[in-house]
């Protein structure tokens, strides 16, 4: 399983900056509006120092950490949904993510002109929240046409979604969002999980600050956290410049160094993929050896066995036992050895629910 987000914003806000402070994948830079022709697809290894932490003592061959996909898309524009810029022809490519990364421009730049003439990151958010509520209106507005046709030939169920639909609908043409509507398990996999709905997604907000703004924030950032305040979701600060600028340099002293004269204690690109994992409720395992230490997404509450079926379907199938360690017993006694002679070496079965930092090794037969 891998995490998978699509970064959003208005052109010109330094969405593309902040991918590639994260990406593996580097994407061209632009001052010009709307001079993307496609959208930027990337991976990024999420940050974890337990991984790093347990290799000092199992001493694998490599080390392979969780890793996020990202898709960036060109800039959008108010309008958008009308043919306005050329954001909205890509909509679709963040269709089928997890969750959104919205970047907000917090900072003056004359050099750079606002697309709406100024810096106000509260109406740029509500323009954005319009593009995509007009998209999603117009796929539930195709799903009530072909459950109309299904009423016709006497369909049950028909009726039902179609007043969901509708009062989906209305939420839409009030300008609000469909991850803040009430409804029930079977009404989202009944009528929703296969839109893939853009607005039914977590969003976390990205505030784009310059250097002087990147510990504090700034009156920008302010106003976006006000607005926000109500809502299920998380927002960061970043100075994607000084990330970007971090994230150039090959020599981790020359990393920290240039961190502790901004003020942070890590890049805070790390800080987005966390608040990622806390607001999709995901977690990590993992599994050491000689040939790799290696960490692994799962979604909290996953059982043993269903975490095996992320490392492979046939560990799921055949799954037998979980062998778990924690990662603070393994710090603690240094060995696997010691861990047993402790008594805090744990046999599991199926049913066990993985904590956060589980070392875990699978015996399965197939």
């Not at 898309?73 to 022809?89: D, F, R």
């Not at 607005?199 to 950032?221: A, E, L, Q, R, W």
């Not at 994230?247 to 942070?264: I, K, M, S, T, V």
Request: with cysteine.
């Amino acid at each position: 399983m891998s995490l998978n987000c699509g970064i959003v914003g208005l052109t010109n806000t330094g969405k593309t900056t902040i991918f590639n402070c994260v990406s593996k994948t580097k994407a061209d830079i632009s001052n010009f509006a709307f001079s993307a022709t496609k959208s930027n697809i990337g991976m990024a290894d999420v940050q974890d120092t337990r991984l790093y932490e347990i290799d000092k003592l199992i001493k694998s061959a490599k080390i392979i950490p969780a890793t996020v996909n990202l898709v960036d898309l060109p800039g959008l524009a108010k309008g958008a949904s009308h043919g306005e810029g050329v954001g909205n022809n890509f909509l679709a490519d963040v269709q089928k993510t997890s969750a959104l990364i919205h970047v907000i421009r917090c900072f003056d730049d004359p050099a750079l002109p606002h697309v709406e003439g100024s810096i106000d990151p509260v109406r740029d958010k509500e323009i954005i929240d319009l593009e995509l509520q007009v998209r999603d209106l117009d796929l539930v507005e195709r799903k009530i046409q072909r459950y109309e046709k299904l009423i016709k030939t006497g369909d049950k169920d028909a009726k039902a979604a179609i007043d969901f639909l509708h009062r989906l609908k209305d939420r839409f043409e009030n300008f609000s969002n469909a991850r803040d509507m009430e409804m029930t398990e079977k009404e989202e996999e009944m009528y929703v999980r296969d839109l893939f709905l853009l607005t039914m997604k977590p969003v976390i907000y990205v505030c784009n600050v310059d250097d002087f703004s990147v510990v504090k924030g700034n009156v920008y950032s302010e106003r976006l956290f006000e607005a926000v305040k109500n809502e299920n979701t998380e927002v960061i600060v970043i100075d994607g410049k000084l990330e970007a600028e971090i994230a150039e340099l090959d020599n981790e002293e020359d990393r920290q160094l240039f961190l502790q004269d901004a003020g942070l204690s890590e890049p805070s690109v790390n800080r987005l993929i966390r608040s990622a994992y806390k607001l999709l409720n995901l977690q990590s395992f993992f599994t050491a050896g000689p040939k790799e230490t290696r960490a692994w997404t799962i979604r909290k509450g996953m059982t043993a066995q269903q975490a095996a079926g992320v490392i492979h379907s046939d560990l799921e199938r055949g799954f037998i036992r979980a062998e778990v360690m924690t990662y603070q017993d393994l710090i603690h006694y240094k060995t696997e050895h010691a861990v047993k002679e402790a008594g805090k070496f744990r046999l599991e079965g199926k049913n066990y629910i993985v904590q956060d930092g589980d070392i875990m090794h699978i015996r399965f037969n197939v």
